[in-house]
């Protein structure tokens, strides 16, 4: 009796002699066939020698299908790759003019007394304008009694406002509202707060050629204030 396919597949399946078969569209010269419709809508055709081995037969188209499908798979990888590629390229070129406009006062400086290292960044999302000053690092800090303190906890002991003499130093803006001017390296009528002496002054800041940032504190007018000149921390 000859070899018949699964019920399952009998169903859909009609013997007929035929001289080739398709699988996903390639012909091949056969003898007898059979035909029947996958889920995918695959055409297949048996080759004579299948017929001893009706499962390899089986199997044969299904591995070109998943072939065909892990291609079909990488090649929209492929394009979904090279899209984001063109995404990121066009954004770099957008976003490229913006940073290099950024002000090249931003980043850590060094105090002209040598007591901490201030790191300058924008905080305009906060509303207090393009050039914010904080406390980044604590040099031989002292405590109220004058002895050396961990810079963790240095606090704000001169400080006006008794309120505010238990804050810890490390980490607070102290450096804010600052204007640009028609000089990038320029930023004008800035508050800055001295935890030196507990006292809030008016302050320009000025990048000059040699690359140290020119401070002007002043009460009134700039005329009648002090500078002080910091490094950059390399």
């Known amino acids: 009796m000859p070899w018949m396919p699964p019920r399952s597949v009998a169903r859909r399946c009609s013997f007929r002699a035929a001289t080739q078969r398709v699988c996903q569209g390639r012909s091949v010269a056969t003898g007898s066939a059979c035909r029947w419709r996958s889920g995918t809508d695959i055409r297949r055709r048996l080759l004579p020698k299948h017929f001893a081995f009706p499962r390899r037969a089986l199997l044969s188209c299904a591995r070109h299908e998943r072939q065909n499908q892990r291609e079909a798979v990488m090649g929209r990888q492929a394009k979904s790759r090279m899209w984001a590629a063109v995404l990121g390229l066009a954004a770099g070129l ?21 007591s ?42 001169r400080n006006a406002d008794p309120a505010q003499r238990t804050r810890r130093l490390l980490g607070a803006v102290f450096l804010y509202d600052f204007k640009p001017t028609s000089d990038p390296n320029t930023f004008e009528e800035g508050t800055i707060y001295s935890a030196e002496d507990g006292k809030t002054y008016r302050a320009n800041l000025k990048l000059q050629a040699n690359g140290t940032l020119l401070l002007r504190g002043y009460v009134g007018v700039p005329m009648f204030g002090k500078s002080q000149t910091w490094t950059p921390v390399r």
């Open 116 to 157: 901490a290292h201030v790191e300058l960044w924008s905080c305009a999302a906060q509303g207090r304008g393009p050039v914010c000053g904080r406390l980044a690092k604590l040099l031989n800090p002292r405590g109220p009694d004058g002895n050396p303190v961990p810079p963790e906890q240095a606090v704000d002991f």
């Open 94 to 114: 957008i976003a490229g003019p913006t940073s290099a406009a950024d002000p090249a006062i931003y980043g850590l400086w060094l105090t002209e007394t040598k």
